[in-house]
């Protein structure tokens, strides 16, 4: 063989071993539909890719691309969305510093929430100055593009499901997350060890600073004040709801635990157990109750108390189903005095997986053993009826364990700075 021939082989092969590195989905456009993010097309505009926010009260769609994205991929379009960026965040500074004078001044704060408050308006001032002396540089990793209504020329949404999965990517550092399959991403996660969960408080705490209609400063304004001001909780199953920390009367919690247990041995609990002949197995009774009743009950408790938010804990079991659902919420009260849900997440667990350490931990506690002496003192509750209960206690822990780790990061995240999260709440009319 030449040395004219071995070297064009030499390319040749080359070539072929590039191209073979050559990752799946550099080869041709994945379609909007098998993409992880969403796309809105503009008229007389570029193609965005990103995560879409929601309209705003006008009726624009707000949606969140990646900055280093669209530098990249439409220059002319990121520019001119920058200074787009700088005008708002410099009004929602400025709006923000007023509002921080009339809260000082309508709380009086002291000890840890005036500290709090005094360093976020020392912040704000800086921030703005730095604008103004045009040396602030903008260090959220996503920028907003409100898009008029006329504008929008085609929208392609994805279920949270899917959005997770490229937030999970971007949280992760995957290159060309706007450009890959959602199936493509999901398996590159897998290999890092990298879970795709459903959060989309996660995205809003990215953003850069935005102004925010009243509902949602009195929103933001309840979050810090449950913990610097004055915390209020309920909890509680369905619609009995009670102040955390709060107990039954004695006599009463007694006959609430035994009627309690009359009903689910008598009625579904029984049948699950042991279904009478040619019935099958009847699934637990009732239904959660509508927000309205126990919202406004709960609501006016904490009028009474003089906060502007609390948290409320609800559990549902059912038993035919073997699942336990422990949802939690913030509700905040809003200008116009109505109260509202301004943060909510519902956590499942399978009642039917044994969990040895947390039914231990069940079956030494003081109480669960008075109630088992119940139990045993009125003739209900055999030993496998025990262990359901216990099975259905150890995964109401668990839940509850997810449900405030959830909780803690939404609050957490609204306590680090008075400008983050971006906070999606409606305007009252």
């Known amino acids: 063989m030449s040395p004219a021939t071995r070297r064009r082989l030499a390319i040749l092969i080359g070539l072929v071993l590039a191209v073979g590195d050559r990752p799946a989905h550099a080869d041709k456009p994945i379609p909007a539909s098998d993409l992880a993010v969403d796309q809105v097309s503009i008229k007389g505009g570029p193609k965005l890719l990103g995560a879409i926010l929601g309209r705003e009260a006008n009726g624009a769609l707000a949606f969140a691309v990646r900055r280093d994205w669209l530098k990249k991929a439409h220059p002319k379009f990121f520019d001119s969305t920058l200074r787009d960026e700088t005008a ?41 100055k730095a604008i103004d002396a045009g040396t602030r540089d903008e260090g959220a990793p996503f920028m ?19 959005r997770a999965v490229a937030q999970a990517a971007w949280r992760a550092g995957v290159a060309d997350v706007e450009s890959r399959s959602a199936a493509s991403l999901a398996q590159e996660l897998k290999k890092r060890n990298v879970a795709a969960v459903d959060d989309a408080d996660e995205l809003l705490d990215l953003l850069p600073p935005r102004r925010e209609n009243d509902a949602a400063w009195a929103a933001r304004k309840a979050i810090v004040e449950y913990q610097h001001r004055k915390p209020l909780d309920f909890q509680g199953t369905g619609g009995l709801l009670l102040k955390a920390g709060e107990k039954l009367q004695a006599a009463n919690g007694a006959k609430l635990i035994q009627e309690l247990i009359q009903s689910l041995a008598g009625g579904s609990l029984q ?33 009474a108390e003089d906060v502007s938010g609390f948290r409320v804990t609800r559990v549902e079991q059912n038993i035919a189903a073997s699942r336990v659902e422990v ?35 069940i079956l030494q506690d003081p109480q669960v053993r008075a109630a088992l002496d119940l139990v045993k003192s009125v003739g209900i509750g055999g030993e496998e009826q025990v262990k359901l209960a216990v099975r259905f206690g150890a995964a109401t822990m668990e839940a509850q364990k997810s449900a405030d780790s959830r909780f803690y990061q939404f609050r957490d995240r609204c306590l680090s700075r008075l400008d983050g999260p971006v906070l999606r709440v409606p305007p009252t009319k």
Do not use: C, M, Y
Request: aromatic share 6%.
């Open 88 to 128: 708002e965040t410099r009004n929602a500074l400025a709006e923000l510093q007023r509002r921080i004078e009339d809260w000082r001044k309508e709380r009086a704060p002291e000890g840890a929430f005036e500290f709090f408050l005094k360093k976020e308006a020392e912040r704000v001032e800086k921030e703005l």
């Open 144 to 162: 907003v593009v409100d898009v008029a209504p006329a504008k929008v020329d085609r929208v392609v949404g994805h279920p949270p499901q899917r």
């Open 271 to 303: 049948d699950l157990l042991d279904p009478p002949a040619g019935k099958p197995a009847r699934p637990a009774t009732g239904s959660a109750p509508a927000d309205g009743k126990w919202l406004a009950t709960v609501s006016k408790t904490a009028a």
């Open 327 to 361: 949802e939690t919420r913030f509700v905040a009260r809003l200008p116009d005095g109505s109260w509202r849900t301004v943060w909510q997440h519902v956590e499942k667990a399978d009642a039917s997986k044994p969990r040895e350490d947390a039914e231990q931990q």
